[in-house]
Each structure stands twice: as C-alpha cells, then as structure tokens.
C-alpha cells in the first residue's frame, strides 16, 4: 500500500511539476518584449524563445496526455460499472434454485461471509455478475477445490428480498421447513444450523 501511495505522489509531483513548466513558458512568451529592456537584456527573448517554445509543446502535450489518459480511465469506469450494474440486475432476476438457496445461506447461518468453493456454477454465477463479492484478499486451497471467502456485494443487498430468494416471510410451516432443509447446498454448510 504504501508502494502505490508513493507511485500515485511521485507521479502527482511530475504532473504538477509539468503544470508549472508550461505555465512558467507560456509567461516567458507572452510577455511583452519591453519588461526585458531593463538592464540591457534585450537579447533575453530572441535567445530563449525557440528553448521555451519546445519546452512549452513538451510540457504541454504532456499534460494533454495526462488528461487523456485521465478522462479515459473515468470514462471507463462508468462504462464498466454500468455493464457490471446491468448484468447483476439480470442475474438477481433470473436466479435459478440452487442460487437462490446458496444466498439463503447467508440468513440461515446469520453469517456475512462464508467460505464457498470456485469449481461450484452458482458460486461462480454469482461471482461472475457482481451478486457475490471477495470479502478478503486471502483465498485457501483445498484439494482440487479453491475456497474463498464471499459475502454479498451491497450493491446487490437492497435487491435481494425474502421473496426474490425464495424464503417465506413470517413463521414456518413444517412442509416449508423440511424444503428449506432439503434444499441446502452442502458445500455452503460450514455449521448446520436447525431451521
């Protein structure tokens, strides 16, 4: 982390000393030629004006790069959250069984995080289109199977009601209870816990 904070600084000090070069330039060739007539410097722009021109087009086209690359970065951004923002809104929509029951899990087990499997479609699914999000950087390894831990995205959490996930609002009836039970991922189950 601080790696990145001193790469983001010392590019922020280029830029900024870029900024100042190319404003300090443009100063230096806007200026009236009478202000160097003081003291005998009447050479002081003829001299130096072919330097500052070059050094005013190199600043400048830097910063206009800095720019460029700035606005595209945020333009992508947008885009891509807009297509991550869509797909998970088609994923809530479109959930199948097994999905809906893996995000059951969550409320069952009053848990924010649990430790699914990669190699698992729902798992998966709902990683892929943004429902499920890492909740830490570490990943464990188990066997063939790679475990990580997931928690739901809060972009996802205001979408995902009782009765977009198939659970019934108010008290359980048994034949409700026993198909709730029945229908538990195994792998989602770190503890079992009695409906």
């Known amino acids: 982390m ?3 904070l001193h790469r983001v600084s010392e590019r922020q000090g ?4 870029m900024l100042w070069m190319c ?4 100063v230096l060739l806007v200026m009236p030629s009478s202000l160097f007539s003081l003291n005998n410097s009447d050479l002081l722009p003829n001299t130096y004006s072919p330097y500052l021109w070059i050094l005013a087009l190199l600043t400048g086209s830097y910063l206009l790069t800095r720019l ?5 970065a945020r333009l992508t951004k947008h885009y891509d959250d807009q297509y991550l923002s869509a797909r998970r809104n088609k994923m809530i929509r479109q959930l199948d069984f097994e999905e809906k029951a893996l995000l059951r899990e969550f409320i069952i087990q009053r848990k924010t995080v649990l430790a699914l499997p990669l190699n ?3 798992v998966n699914n709902l990683l ?10 570490t990943q464990e ?5 790679r475990i990580i831990k997931l928690s739901i995205a809060i972009e996802a959490r205001e979408q ?8 019934p609002v108010g008290k359980l009836t048994e034949a409700e209870a026993e198909l709730l039970k029945a229908a538990r991922p195994e792998y989602a189950r770190s503890n079992y816990i009695a409906l």
Request: aromatic share 14%; charged share 15%; with cysteine.
């Open 2 to 4: 601080k790696e990145f």
């Open 14 to 17: 280029i830029t900024a000393t």
């Open 23 to 26: 404003f300090s330039c443009a």
């Open 68 to 72: 460029f690359t700035f606005l595209f």
């Open 120 to 122: 698992e479609p729902a």
């Open 128 to 137: 892929a289109s943004g429902v499920l999000a890492p909740a830490y950087e």
């Open 141 to 145: 390894i188990k066997g063939a199977t």
């Open 160 to 167: 995902l009601t009782h009765k977009v996930i198939g659970l």
